[in-house]
């Protein structure tokens, strides 16, 4: 038979769940950015193992419109929505007293809300890198403390996962302060599983590799069809990109008691993607050019 490559098989279709039915009855889960993308896809597969969610970001219409789509999925507990900008600690705080308010401290934290642009790192404004980095550091941090502090506070444990990166590990060029950002996540995974890990506070980190989706941000799309235009299947490893409800499905695995022993690691979901380095590896095209700039200051 001839030896043909066909890459990692397809996953099981959406509606499948990983986990026994009722994994998640009577816990409540919080994820930011629940409202779109992959945010929504992991908070989709922690309503089907019937938690009870809150689902928080800045843009309230979108919010109730993800609100209602995660209350229709089958087995979902209660679904509550909170516009929120993690980057403001008080309505952090906010956020966590009408959560437990309503449906109870949240057991498990969900830190995927981020922000990202493709840019020469020359071309940064100062508000260009602090709104990325206070976004998906400092906002990460902000929901991070109010967890850990709510349930040392009450005694209980919980769990946190925060969605990186694999340019923690590579670096990030045309992303410069996104990678930056996303290495301060992964080593507040290392750092707190050992900090908070007497308390019962587990953390892990999940990083995506390509998961297209619709609610894609233009500036990101536009990015990778400069980069990778038409066929992105063909450029990794596994013959295929990630489908979101695979990564919901990582995320319900690390929060979940089967997980419990598996702290301050991060798990990378990429078919190999990142692990794709070599000696010869395709030509260099400097980021300006895959970003279609002229010269700088040109
Ligand atoms: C090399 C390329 C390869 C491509 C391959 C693709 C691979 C894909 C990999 C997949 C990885 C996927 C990973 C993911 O998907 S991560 C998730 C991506 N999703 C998001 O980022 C959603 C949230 N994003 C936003 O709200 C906004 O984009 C930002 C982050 C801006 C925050 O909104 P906020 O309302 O807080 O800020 P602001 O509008 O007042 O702006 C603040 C400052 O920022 C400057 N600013 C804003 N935009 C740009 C820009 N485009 N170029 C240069 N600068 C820009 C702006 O001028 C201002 O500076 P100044 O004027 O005051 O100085
Ligand atoms: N898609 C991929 O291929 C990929 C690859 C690697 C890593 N990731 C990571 O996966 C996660 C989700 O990305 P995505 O692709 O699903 O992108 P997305 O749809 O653009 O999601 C970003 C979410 O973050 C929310 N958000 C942004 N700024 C916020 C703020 N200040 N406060 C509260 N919420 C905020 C956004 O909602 P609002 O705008 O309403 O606030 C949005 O729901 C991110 O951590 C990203 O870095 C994605």
């Known amino acids: 038979m001839e030896n043909l490559p066909r890459g990692l098989p397809a996953p099981p279709p959406p509606g499948a769940a990983a986990l026994p039915p009722g994994t998640y009855a009577g816990q ?4 930011t950015g629940g409202g779109t993308g992959l ?4 908070a989709t597969e922690f309503a089907r193992l019937g938690a009870d969610l809150v689902i928080a970001s800045r843009r309230a219409e979108q919010l109730e419109a993800a609100r209602r789509e995660l209350a229709a999925v089958p087995g979902a507990g209660r ?6 900008d993690i980057r403001d600690p008080e309505r952090v705080a906010e956020v966590f007293d009408a959560a437990e308010a309503a449906l109870g401290l949240p057991d498990v934290l969900v830190n995927n809300a981020a922000a990202n642009f493709p840019s020469p790192a020359e071309d940064l404004s100062p508000n260009a890198w602090r709104a990325v980095v206070d976004i998906t550091l400092t906002g990460t941090w902000f929901m991070t403390r109010e967890f850990g502090r709510r349930h040392l506070a009450a005694g209980t444990p919980g769990s946190i996962v925060n969605i990186g990166a694999s340019y923690a590990w590579t670096g ?6 996104s990678a930056a950002a996303k290495a301060g996540v992964k080593s507040l995974v290392e750092t ?24 894609m941000t233009e500036d990101i799309r536009g990015g990778l069809e400069r980069a990778a235009p038409g066929a992105r299947d063909a450029r990794q490893p596994a013959l295929r990109v990630g489908a979101p ?54």
């Open 28 to 31: 409540v889960v919080l994820v």
């Open 39 to 42: 945010g929504k896809a992991i």
């Open 79 to 84: 679904v509550a929505a909170a516009a929120c």
């Open 172 to 177: 990030g060029p045309g992303f410069s302060h």
């Open 192 to 215: 707190l599983a050992v900090e908070w890990g007497p308390y019962g506070i587990q953390i892990n980190g999940l990083v995506p590799g390509l998961f297209p989706h619709a609610d």
């Open 245 to 298: 409800h695979e990564l919901g499905w990582a995320a319900t695995f690390l929060a979940s008691p089967y997980a419990r022993f598996v702290t301050g690691h991060t798990l990378v979901v990429d078919g190999a993607n990142w692990q794709r380095r070599s000696v010869v590896a395709p030509e260099v095209v400097p980021v300006r050019e895959q970003l279609g700039r002229g010269p700088f200051g040109g």
